[in-house]
């Protein structure tokens, strides 16, 4: 009903009532919007679990931030694109996409020389870096087994960008000079 300009206002007028849909009605509605969403961009024993913690990740921050979400479904969306972007990268981090499992190794024929050069070949890698000076063998190790980018290598151990770089080229030209004097 409509106020005239002298009445007094209802009691309740600077209360906002909230038409904003309750967690489990979002989960409701949102959750086959959002498994689509995933099926096109996300390996498919995944999507479930991203939903999950999309809605995980939603609750703690309704809990924590007194904010409105105007469009639930795009912000749930971005946060599950969100999620895909953290997963990829770590498993990047990991090489996850390089992991084969020993069951689909096909074995080789055999070759008895084969294997006593390759064992060979891989004891001396492995005696040149164990030849490198433990902080520059551990930053070598950081990046070309663990995968970490010098930035995040010089977070860790607390030198430089280009510290770590001067570091790495050290290795290199250490590791390349051990195994063609002794290859």
């Given at each position: 009903m409509p106020i005239d300009e002298g009445e007094p206002l209802p009691p309740a007028h600077d209360r906002v009532t909230s038409m904003a849909?309750?967690?489990?009605?979002?989960?409701?509605?949102?959750?086959?919007?959002?498994?689509r969403?995933?099926?096109?961009?996300?390996?498919?024993?995944?999507?479930?679990?991203?939903?999950?913690?999309?809605?995980?990740?939603l609750v703690a921050r309704a809990q924590t931030d007194a904010i409105a979400i105007h469009?639930?479904?795009?912000?749930?969306?971005?946060?599950a694109h969100n999620l895909l972007r953290d997963h990829a990268r770590t498993a990047a981090r990991n090489h996850r996409s390089h992991h084969v499992s020993i069951d689909d190794v096909e074995i080789?024929?055999?070759?008895?020389?084969?294997?006593?050069?390759?064992?060979?070949?891989?004891?001396?890698?492995?005696?040149?870096?164990?030849?490198?000076?433990?902080l520059t063998r551990q930053i070598f190790l950081a990046c070309r087994l663990d995968g970490?980018?010098?930035?995040?290598?010089?977070?860790?151990?607390?030198?430089?960008?280009?510290g770590v770089e001067k570091q790495m080229s050290r290795a290199i030209k250490q590791l390349g000079r051990h195994l063609s004097d002794h290859g």
């Open positions: 849909p309750t967690i489990d009605e979002l989960y409701r509605a949102e959750r086959p919007r959002l498994l969403f995933l099926d096109r961009r996300a390996p498919h024993d995944r999507a479930e679990e991203i939903v999950q913690q999309v809605f995980t990740r469009s639930p479904g795009a912000y749930l969306r971005e946060a080789g024929s055999g070759d008895p020389v084969a294997a006593l050069e390759a064992r060979d070949h891989l004891a001396r890698i492995e005696q040149a870096v164990l030849r490198l000076k433990p970490y980018s010098y930035a995040e290598i010089a977070k860790q151990t607390g030198l430089s960008v280009r």
